[in-house]
């Protein structure tokens, strides 16, 4: 099935990028965009361009994390078991492969096949038995993170091989003009091109479709269950990937990880994912991601003590979600007080419309 | 749709916004929070400071060989009630198994378990884990009391005026209470099993960096947790002697999250010099010093514990290191205070155990002795004279 | 007599009777499985152990219960706990005088924030998982910076408060079923509570239908924040201190929801109730005890709770049974069944 191509009547590309502004998607890149810039202003090493693909390749795990929840989201679900899927996977990779590069690519096939099950068991549990996503998910997060600590006993024994450390660590010397780039920044430039790729295809458009509107889906022929199941799998193989990349950067802990599913969720909702599904574009979540990222750096060189930062980031989210509510709203605030003040003057006031807000 | 267009309205104000403040506030570096080190820090109290700088070179009464059952001269505490006429039951209040120093002491203290119920003296040790939190573990001790089962009680508190009520009332039991490694916030228990002290552990890495680092040099500090007094009074006598040296600090708290660790420590190094690095934890070390090879810098002085994984970053980067030591063996110790009171013998009422850090000196010798064993094993866990040394820390199955 | 054994019928294979079958069928597995390893799960110092740790979660359950109900979820609870306790304990300073002062500043703050998540959800109609995670964030900051670790000393009022007992039960115990109780009937008899079923139900619905959809969520988050606060001062009667860390310590958050949902409430919100909620708590507490007292491994406890929260959710969701009240059973038999879909969540 080819993809489906709009008529030639469509508008110039710059045309188009200018106008995507508008839409939530695209209101984030300008919010993403100032805040580089104010990063820059406090961090003037950042300019240099090895600096910045660091600052990207550190920040990649949060942005994979989010593309996977993205999947979720857009479908009407929650994924709260990525954080304990990358504890998990950190802990495997710790323990098995040890100091020996041999056990490299086997364990990470393990890895993957960990994380197809992980989302497997989400997706049956959620679309066979009917259990609401966010139980499911917080089912196994319990099982998850429970048996990881039983079996090490809360903390890994220790940082694997080098090799697979280069992973999250290492990347490309002496790349002209930008001068270093982490394999991070390629690993998430790849997943975001072919996640991309995927909402373009039909397995995209109908996740849109299933978190839209599920009865049609299924009266069109298409397996609401299994599009649900797939769009679990990839969220933990987005953590599974996000896990390797972690364990490369930072080496294992007991704490890797955790809270990494609430992180993903605001940065998909702050890049205009409704929360009920069908709408969002993938490329916003990642740039939720990074706004999210730019922020705690900013609050950190402009010296704001690290204990207030959740409270920032608790403030952004509730401020980038509540005043464009509140601006909606001034209007039929401005309809009710005229209303509010025509029914003083007359006895009979005409039927009250009801002011539902458009979802 | 309408909220999309207003949507946009607010990012562009916000970042608008934003940047109106940036341009006001201070640009590059801006203020550091060490400012505040005018202000006196809370933890700090100077006479603990000097008894434990004292301590410190103190002489310990007991053989060296065995560091876990030395102490510090001092009132004593007959056993008269306690001792038993069979293998007692002893019953363990765990604040958590949630770092790799907690693990080893747990590994050591179970082999130990296992000798003293050969030798017949304690039939069975229940533990109730409390997972870091203070709620529980009142619960825990509670459960203990109310239980009356418990010939003897060992609690390893999580925070010491949170769990001083449930400790006050599993003392009025009548049964011993041994309090070990942090404090319980009362005075009530039959002893308190501790190393030299927080402070002394401070002191000693703190004092390697004021002779390592120039007046004026820049230290980046890592604290595991707020509030949690060993955490604390370490702190506090590192900030002390940096004061006192004219040092300037940063301090940050990071959860031991070493992908937190690493961000904070590339960014220091982004805005400006770091001289040392002063940790509260040694699991918080192995991250910084990943920082500075990955920014391609030279490591500075980076302080540690005794934790292999540090000791041995230490050797193979070849650093200026030191490694503060909080005995893991005092886990060890609580067990067998347990069991001399079972036996008749009197024991310490404030036992202190010896604090020995591991200068370059005795890098080498430290690392042969536990050549095999793995990176989250704590040199100090005393456990070289129990049989299935060192299979059992070797494989370190956590019981 | 043939309608008191329908709605006895009704009422066990309602979704609420079916907790509290599950519930005794726990408590008779867990005795049995403790006998049989020598120990008495009905002894005074476990019946203790597990009601204590009841009172807490249960009074975070039932203002989570209503806020579900609503269609909305309440994250900010462990911080405003946390909050409530250092603020009552700071208040206190251990001064018998200063009792009354810091229950009150506790508890206001509590119902504030409570006020400002119901603002956010029921006027501004922000998602309530975003609100509330949002609001709890901003406190969390506030709590990390100006609390460093346990603080604060409680009233010796509140401490004798806190170990009375009466019996076995601890009067703190009771005076959370007191609270459920009250939330009970307010949800059954009052024109609120009924809204609040309405609204969480469809809100289009209930707006057309002329009910002012943000009166119930102020209601709802008001409540749930001002029990989270009380909450917080069983803690500090229970340490005799406040903590920041309190809250976060015991999971209470996702533990709450999933409590309530265990309970038969569902996410989307218009059913649920508070009892079914007490069983579901019941239902944790018991389990726990059980490991506890057979010493299991702490970590191998959160694999069985994920089980539970799973098995119980799917087993009510399978059956997605509607309940409806006796009086209408009659109406319901006319009227053609509507075919459950898929489309349930």
Partial sequence: MTTIRYTTNRLPFPTRAIRSLSTPGGAIYLLLLALLVILAFYNPGLSEPGQLSRFIGRSAPIAIVAIGQYFVIAAGEFDLSMGAVISAQVVLAGNLIGQDPAQILPVIVLMIVVGIAVGVVNGLLTTLLRVPSFITTLGTTLILSGFTFYLTGGAPSGNPADAFRAIGRGGIQNVPVIGFVPYSVLVLIALAGAAVWLMRRPFGRMLMGVGDNQSTIALLGAAPWWIRTRAFILSSIAATIAAILMVGYAGVSPVVGQGYEFIAITAVVLGGVALGGGRGAILSAVAGAYVLETLVAILNFAGVESTWRPAVQGAIIVLALGLPLLWTKRKAFKILLRRKASTAKTPNPTAPQSITEKP | MQTSAARTTTFTVLAALALAVSACAPGGTAATPATEAATQNSWFDQQKYDLENSQRTATFTGDPAKPYLQYLPGPMVEAGAFKASGPAKVCFSNAALSNTWRQTGWITMNEQLKELQKQGIISELETRNAQDSDNTQVADIDYFVNEKSCDAFIIAPNSPQATAPAVERACSTGKPVIIFDRGAGTNCGTTFIHSVGGMAWGMDSASFIKDNVEPGGHVVVLRTAAGVDVFEQRWAAAQHIFNEAGLKYTDYITGADPTKIKSIVTDEIAKGNVDAVWVDLGDQAVPAIEAFEDAGKDIPVVTGEDNLAYLRAWKAKGFKGFASVYDAYQWRTALLAAAQLFQGQAIPKDWVLPQIPVTAKELDTVLATNQGMPDTHYAASGGEDLPGFPQVWQQRVIP | ?345
């Fill in chain 3, 1 to 345: 007599m043939s309608t008191i054994s329908k709605d006895l019928k009704n009422s066990l294979l309602s979704s609420t009777g079916t907790v509290y079958l599950v519930l005794i069928l726990v408590v008779i597995a867990g005795a049995c499985i403790t006998a049989a390893n020598g120990r008495n799960f009905f002894a005074p110092g476990n019946i203790s152990d597990l009601l204590t740790s009841t009172t807490v979660l249960g009074l975070v359950v039932i203002g989570q219960t209503l806020v579900i109900l609503l269609g909305s979820l309440d994250l900010s609870v462990p911080f405003v706990l946390s909050l409530s306790s250092v603020l009552s304990a700071g208040v206190m300073a251990g001064q018998s005088t200063n009792f009354a002062a810091g229950i009150a500043t506790a508890l206001l703050a509590a119902a504030a924030v409570g006020l400002v998540n119901g603002v956010l959800v029921g006027l501004v109609k922000i998602n309530g998982f975003i609100a509330t995670l949002g609001t709890g964030l901003i406190i969390s900051g506030y709590l990390f910076t100006n609390y460093r670790g346990t603080t604060g000393k409680a009233s010796p009022e509140l401490t004798a408060i806190g170990t009375a007992t009466l019996g076995v039960i601890p009067v703190t115990t009771i005076g959370m079923a007191v609270c459920l109780v009250i939330v009970a009937l307010f949800l059954s008899k009052t024109r609120t509570g009924l809204h609040l079923y309405a609204v969480g139900g469809d809100a289009n619905v209930a707006t057309m239908s002329g009910i002012r959809s943000a009166v119930p969520a102020l209601v709802a988050h008001t409540i749930s924040g001002l029990l989270a606060g009380v909450a917080g001062l069983v803690i500090v009667s229970r340490l005799g201190v406040g903590s920041p860390e309190v809250g976060t310590q015991g999971g209470y958050d996702l533990l709450s929801i999933a409590a309530v949902v265990v309970g038969g409430a569902i996410l989307a919100g218009g059913k649920g109730s508070i009892w079914g909620s007490l069983g579901g708590i019941l239902i944790f507490a018991s389990i726990d005890s059980v490991m506890g007292i057979m010493q299991v491994n702490p970590y191998l406890k959160e694999v069985v709770r994920g089980l539970i929260i799973i098995v119980a959710v799917a087993v009510y969701a399978r059956r997605n049974q509607i309940k409806i009240p006796a009086r209408f059973a009659a109406i319901q038999k006319a009227a053609p069944t509507r075919p459950t879909n898929g489309a349930t969540r």
